[in-house]
């Protein structure tokens, strides 16, 4: 009993992260049920076994990336304590593009692109993502200017916002040229403004 519990969480685990990286490959529109199961390795009746319908496996693939971000699981370290962590965050992003050869957007982007007013479900899960990126961002800052070392006109908030809306609009720009120097510069030129609010230290 133990071991088919075993197999059929390795299963239902084998198809989310099936649909994850074909769903960042192509698009969710472009990607159908029968090219998950095929793709997983996985019969049609176990798929619908562990997810009612497409719209449920976008969802249970979007909790996953967020317990990963949660969990400090993710390929993205989202815990930033530094300066010199922060610029590794925007790297890493560039990284993981490098990684596909810049043919691939952000993961949670390449599915947000493709909302519309009838995903509200998926919408909820791709802002509650996004709401925990933007904390773990505003965190630092916070602390560095609770810290005395940010300018008292710098909103935490407004500062994670940007960073965000920066390189998803960076990544999506090097996807289209298929080149990282868009994205390479888009992340210099976001820390450069985010510095301009360091409160330099009188010697």
């Known amino acids: 009993m133990k071991a088919r519990f ?3 969480a390795e299963t239902r685990l ?3 992260r099936t649909a994850a990286d074909l769903f960042h490959k192509q698009g969710v529109r472009a990607t159908s049920p029968d090219q998950i199961i095929e793709a ?7 798929f619908y076994h562990y997810f009612r319908s497409k719209e449920g496996l976008i969802h249970e693939v979007l909790q996953t990336h967020l317990d990963a971000i949660r969990s400090g699981t993710a390929n993205i370290n989202y815990e930033i304590s530094s300066w010199k962590d922060l610029e590794k965050w925007f790297l890493a992003q560039i990284d993981l593009q490098k990684s596909f050869a810049m043919t691939r957007g952000c993961p949670f982007g390449t599915i947000g692109n493709e909302v519309t007013e009838n995903d509200e479900l998926i919408r909820q899960d791709l802002n509650l993502i996004f709401d925990v990126m ?9 602390r560095e200017k609770s810290k005395g070392r940010l300018a008292k006109a710098a909103d935490p908030d407004h ?3 940007f960073c965000i809306a920066a390189i998803q609009g960076a990544m999506l720009m090097g996807k289209i040229n298929r080149n990282s120097r868009p994205v390479e510069t888009a992340a210099r030129e976001t820390l450069v403004h985010l510095r301009s609010y360091v409160v330099r230290r009188r010697k």
């Open 159 to 161: 500062l994670a916002d």
């Open 134 to 142: 933007k904390n773990k961002l505003a965190a630092f800052f916070i």
């Open 6 to 8: 075993v197999r059929g």
């Open 40 to 46: 997983s390795r996985t019969g049609k009746g176990q």
């Open 14 to 16: 084998r198809i989310i």
